[in-house]
């Protein structure tokens, strides 16, 4: 996955996010299953953020 493909997946996952945390608000709160959505929304944007972060090391070292 390129770094744009990275950046561009991250900003999808926030999208999705701010949705359920927009609807919670105006809807009393999450469902169970937009909890368990939301859980797995933010494992998989702390996971890409992650794999982010390595690709931008792995290039500043390879640039050197």
């Known amino acids: 996955m390129a770094g744009?493909?990275?950046t561009d997946r991250i900003a999808d996952l926030i999208d999705e996010e701010?949705?359920?945390r927009s609807e919670a608000l105006h809807?009393?709160?999450l469902t169970p299953e937009q909890r368990v959505q939301l859980k797995d929304l933010e494992r998989q944007l702390?996971?890409?953020v992650?794999?982010?972060h390595r690709r931008?090391?792995?290039s500043a070292f390879d640039d050197d």
């Open 4 to 6: 744009h493909e990275i």
């Open 18 to 20: 701010h949705r359920l």
């Open 27 to 29: 809807h009393g709160g």
């Open 46 to 48: 702390d996971a890409a």
């Open 50 to 52: 992650e794999l982010l």
């Open 56 to 58: 931008q090391a792995l």
